[in-house]
């Protein structure tokens, strides 16, 4: 399904967070979000998984405004992996991928034969089959990521949203993750940091500075000497290698500059 924002403004405590924030991800397809630290990433990721309701805009999944659905109907449309995924003392980690079938559940909340297949199935993706009896509490932050991520994936949703999924992961584990995002072409939003990861991942990439969008498009077109300067304050220069990746060089020393003026 195709995730649209429209003309989106976010107050916090009186303070403009998001400014006029327009984006499209279509179906299949996947996009990161990108940006310095405080640029809104988390807000308008909020705003997408319908934890926080804009002043004005709409944000929209397969063409429904998401405050028109039911929240059960909202919850099996878009999953969310966050930051910091919390945690219910004392459940074992295929407890906490059960939760991500709540919204699939009828009246009784029993789980079916098909909610095991898909916790079972999603755990064997994300490679977290062997941790299926710990207590979640128990598990390191790269194995909480996997499971989390697991949790996302047995709710079959429309749309993904990732918010620095990859902090925890050591590097094989990110190409792993990200080649399986990749493979199971859900529609998917993602938040990340690291910028070679964000060229290697993405269809597109949006750039959020100070609340609104710099600029989006395709990756060699969007993260250019240019931008990199601009918004994120380094002096890098991107190329594509022969063989298809798209790679940044970075200089030894930061830019000398505002980094936090608008380009
Ligand atoms: N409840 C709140 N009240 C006031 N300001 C807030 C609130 N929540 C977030 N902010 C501010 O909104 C701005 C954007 O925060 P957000 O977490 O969306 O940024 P981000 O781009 O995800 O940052 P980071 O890369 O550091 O995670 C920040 O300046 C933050 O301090």
Not at 41 to 51: D, E, F, G, M
Request: net charge negative; aromatic share 2%.
């Amino acid at each position: 399904m195709r995730l649209t924002v429209e003309q989106l403004h976010v107050t916090l405590d009186r303070q403009p967070i998001l400014r006029d924030v327009e984006l499209d991800v279509p179906s299949g397809a996947v996009v990161g979000l990108v940006g310095p630290n405080g640029s809104g990433k988390s807000t308008l990721l909020r705003a997408v998984y319908r934890s926080l309701r804009p002043r004005t805009g709409v944000v929209r999944v397969g063409g429904d405004d998401i405050w028109t659905l039911s929240p059960r109907d909202a919850a099996r449309r878009t999953a969310a992996v966050l930051q910091d995924g919390g945690s219910v003392p004392g459940l074992s980690v295929t407890e906490i991928v059960a939760l991500g079938r709540t919204p699939h559940h009828g009246l009784l909340g029993r789980d079916s034969a098909d909610d095991h297949r898909a916790v079972d199935d999603a755990l064997r993706r994300c490679g977290a089959h062997l941790l299926a009896d710990r207590d979640f509490a128990s598990l390191s932050g790269g194995e909480r990521q996997r499971v989390l991520l697991a949790r996302a994936l047995a709710q079959r949703p429309d749309v993904l949203v990732l918010d620095e999924l990859t902090n925890h992961l050591d590097i094989r584990a990110r190409f792993e993750l990200l080649e399986l995002i990749r493979s199971t072409n859900t529609t998917t939003l993602a938040v990340l940091h690291d910028l070679d990861l964000a060229a290697r991942l993405c269809d597109r990439i949006i750039v959020l500075n100070e609340g609104s969008v710099v600029v989006a498009g395709e990756v060699l077109d969007v993260l250019t000497t240019q931008i990199l300067a601009d918004v994120f304050g380094v002096a890098a220069s991107t190329d594509r290698h022969p063989d298809g990746v798209v790679r940044i060089t970075y200089a030894a020393e930061p830019l000398h500059t505002d980094r936090t003026t608008r380009v």
